[in-house]
């Protein structure tokens, strides 16, 4: 079983950064792949980004690439996601997810979910 924790929401200017922690809990975490996901006021949750076990493939929803980078230390159980050039549209709480299945994410479907941290971007 793997417990993930995110961490790192906030408030943000528009234009500004931003990044995003997921601490997991579990020997089995180096196992699984990770995803990112996010859920703004009165929208349905949606697909932000995904990474493999091993990082070696990575995933981004077309509203976030080129903006958005997902990274994972295997050897801290941590993962990341950097938000740069954030925009007032970012605004959701961001969860994060860990999964078997790499291409399941898009589907919106994982194994273990965090609580979500809170990220407002404000212009």
């Known amino acids: 079983q793997v417990q993930v924790v995110e961490s790192g929401g906030g408030s943000v200017q528009a234009g500004g950064s931003s990044r995003l922690s997921c601490a997991a809990s579990?020997?089995?975490?180096?196992?699984?792949?990770m995803g990112w996901f996010r859920q703004a006021p009165g929208k349905e949750r949606e697909f932000v980004a995904a990474?493999?076990?091993?990082?070696?493939?990575?995933h981004y929803a077309d509203s976030v690439k080129g903006r958005f980078t997902v990274s994972r230390r295997n050897a801290e159980n941590t993962v990341y996601l950097q938000m740069n050039s954030l925009k007032p549209e970012d605004t959701a709480v961001y969860y994060c997810?860990?999964?078997?299945?790499?291409?399941?994410?898009?589907?919106?479907?994982?194994?273990?979910w965090g609580q979500g941290t809170q990220v407002t971007v404000f212009s």
């Open positions: 997810a860990a999964g078997r299945r790499f291409d399941a994410f898009k589907e919106l479907t994982a194994d273990y």
């Open positions: 579990g020997r089995t975490f180096t196992t699984y792949n």
């Open positions: 990474i493999t076990w091993n990082s070696v493939m990575t």
